[in-house]
């Protein structure tokens, strides 16, 4: 769980490139100054996130701005995912910021031309508070998390997933939210999901990279597809703990849109559930207690059922799916650990998968215990 390398680029290149898009974006004479500027090493491994502090004048006073930039990656980065819509994650928080009372950033702008910074980004406001960690996982011991009194954990994790049922409660999803449907083929939109990811994973695949594990689980995911698939919600789709900022164990800030879909409600529930049991199974590797009575698969469903009076079904479906989809990120990074050097290639392309042994146990039939 050691720190990854996650770009290339020149800070003070781009910190001039930002300063030069900003003078485009705000009235004649603003002046802007872009001064400090630092890539965040925080959670998340796929776009590039840019922390830095903008004025410019306005009104004839100097206005001071602490804003973030969210960039795609560079393409010889080796990058999670094949292709990145930033202005896609740009218009999801817009919408999810004015239908529902999900906290999210304020979004200032959207830019698609790669000119400025070698790459589209969006910008939006810095918002404070705290993130449980993924480095080292804040399940391991020695977190704000971890050292919390039980019922400020509980306080979390309702307060999280009332978050899901707020956002699954939107109206009319498809046509609200239609931006986000799948775009691969298939007659249900889970369907399309599960071959957007298959798609995916080829893309991660290519080049001498193709897990035999990873194709175990799609064939799983087929034998064992949902009778009902249930009713259609916009889904956060990263929907981890690792991906919210708490204030008093509250959320204050939902990030990290880039896998935003439509689709079953069960895909978000089930994620929330698995991006926990994740660093729970890790922890039991290395010997250590881990945090076994936080994030329980019984107290997320019977919470979102309080909530919504929808019960999720077919999670072991769900969870196994969110574990392979982790599968294929733990694929792709470790290629970019090699790409950097900071790994040699293994001759078994599955041992870079993190969640080998429990994703093997779940084909199996014998990891979930709900």
Known sequence: MAELQRSSRDPDRLRL????WLATKLPSGAAPAVGSLESTSANGMSSET??????????????????????????GDVPVFPSYDLDRQYQAIRLVDRLTTVPVPPVWWSEPDPGPLGAPFFVMSRVDGRVPPDVLPYNFGDSWLFDAAPADQRRLQDATVRVLAELHAVEKPDERFGFLAPDAPGDTFLRRRVAHTRAWYEFAAAGGWRSPLVERGFAWLDEHWPADEGPTVVCWGDSRIGNVMYDDFAPVAVLDWEMAALGPRELDVAWLIYGHRIFEDIAATMGLPGMPDFLR???IADCYEALTGHTPRDLEFYGTYAALQFAIV????????????????PADVDELIMNREPLQRMLAGAYWDW
Not at 17 to 20: D, V
Not at 330 to 345: A, P, S
């Open 297 to 299: 698969p019984d107290d």
């Open 50 to 75: 840019l922390l830095f502090d903008a004025e410019w004048t306005e009104g004839g006073d100097r206005r001071a701005e602490r804003l973030v930039a969210r960039v795609a990656p560079d393409a």
């Open 330 to 345: 733990f694929l792709r990074t470790g290629h970019r650990q090699v790409h950097f050097g900071e790994i040699d290639q």
């Open 17 to 20: 490139g930002l300063e030069a």
